[in-house]
């Protein structure tokens, strides 16, 4: 398992060079310039120059991002151009709030999407099942960040139970913070409910169907306990690769959840550093994003084989 963890772990490497090179090239070439949003539009040509040498701006960009590379291989995403905070502390800080978003999202999915999917393939056919196909294609259909206004309007503005927007850190009030969560797990979590829901029903559905399970049932076995026992176990290996995949789609929707209930996370950070051109900050969070996927695959990956024995790794 060691040998196989590590040579994930190298075959990532590459990936991680592509996305780091796109992105950079892609961020420089972006038309809107620092040093105009720092200095202002009008400001002299010659401080502009100044300011961009003084920033490193002015050198090609495969120098720029060979410097840059070597800082981030130790750690040193460099520092933002307007609040010379160093980036590593900056996204330390937003990178926690959006992944503790983004696993409440997905808890709220596994929580909602398995049991309905449970549900609807030991019934198929059936008015539950039909009930189910309708939840799913809402769940579908409905984008996150619209059902994340009609839950504020609701829930907050009418109903005033929870908080409208805002963000209280879980070290100062434990009770806020998860009260103030409820609302964007919610509305992220939605949708990949929907999602796992739908894959859950047609792998039980698969899984019922198996000769084990005619077997076990000849032999005089509760069905009950086969489905809690061997069937939803066999039928979590597809579902397994649907969650890695959804995983990575909630760390990315988290950004517009964020936006819509003033969250401050990697997302808000990232929409900011978009529209300054905030070079090193969009570099180093969006590299970090492509790392948090990697390890989600490799995690998704590790769990094939505590699940089924006949894929886990020599």
């Not at 963890?5 to 070439?29: E, M, N, W």
């Not at 040509?45 to 130790?74: C, H, N």
């Amino acid at each position: 398992m060691t040998k196989f963890v590590l040579q994930r772990l190298l075959s990532a490497l590459p990936t991680l060079l592509l996305v780091s090179a796109f992105v950079f090239t892609l961020v420089h070439l972006t038309p809107t310039d620092p040093v105009a949003q720092i200095l202002g539009e009008g400001a002299p040509a010659a401080d502009k120059d100044a300011l961009r040498e003084q920033m490193g701006l002015s050198r090609p960009i495969f120098e720029q991002y060979i410097d840059w590379l070597g800082g981030a291989v130790t750690g040193d995403l460099g520092n933002s151009l307007y609040t010379s905070i160093p980036v590593s502390e900056s996204i330390s800080t937003g990178i926690g709030i959006t992944l503790s978003l983004a696993i409440a999202g997905m808890a709220i999915a596994l929580l909602a999407g398995v049991p309905l999917g449970v549900l609807g393939a030991l019934r198929p056919g059936t008015t539950a099942d039909r009930l189910l196909t309708t939840v799913v294609a809402l769940g579908l259909a409905v984008p996150s960040f619209w059902l994340g206004l009609l839950l504020v309007l609701v829930f907050a503005v009418n109903l005033g139970w929870l908080p409208v927007v805002g963000y209280t850190p879980i070290g100062e009030d434990p009770g806020a913070w998860a009260t103030g969560m409820i609302l964007p797990a919610i509305a992220l979590g939605s949708h990949t409910a929907a999602v796992i829901a739908r894959q859950t029903r047609s792998a039980m559905i698969d899984a019922l169907e198996s000769p084990y399970v005619t077997t076990l049932l000849a032999r005089g076995i509760r069905k009950r306990k086969i489905v809690l026992r061997y069937a939803i176990k066999n039928a979590m290996v597809p579902v397994l690769a649907v969650i890695a995949i959804q995983m990575s789609v909630l760390v990315a929707a988290s950004f517009v959840i964020e936006r819509i209930f003033a969250v401050p996370g990697l997302g808000t950070m990232l929409i900011d550093s978009v529209v300054r051109a905030d070079y090193p900050v969009l570099q180093g969070a969006i590299v970090l994003v492509a790392v948090i996927v990697l390890l989600v695959n490799l995690g998704a990956d590790l769990l094939y084989g505590v699940i089924n024995p006949k894929v886990r790794p020599q």
